[in-house]
């Protein structure tokens, strides 16, 4: 009895096209002259996101670039008075 259950519930899936449809139009209902506001607003709030994480992987990437100057600079041997002579 309780695995018919669990398949009558897992059965539903995604809402078709119709069932889009009147979630587009309730939300239009709703929502009314504010949808465009709204779509501007996510929009601008996508842009800002991807320029966030562009910011982000610069700066991983200048670390890291850094770090291996600097493990370079660690691991070349030292110059002795006698090099310098020459």
């Not at 607003?41 to 991807?50: H, M, N």
């Not at 562009?54 to 600079?73: F, L, P, W, Y």
């Amino acid at each position: 009895m309780m695995i018919e259950n669990m398949q009558s519930v897992l059965a539903f899936g995604l809402p078709g096209s119709w069932e889009w449809i009147v979630v587009l139009i309730i939300a239009v209902l709703i929502f009314g002259r504010r949808l465009p506001e709204i779509a501007r607003g996510l929009g601008k709030s996508i842009t800002e996101f991807k320029k966030g994480i562009k910011d982000t992987e610069n700066e991983v990437r200048d670390a890291v670039d850094e770090a291996d100057q600097i493990a370079e600079a660690s691991t070349e041997p030292p110059e002795t008075e006698a090099e310098n002579q020459d």
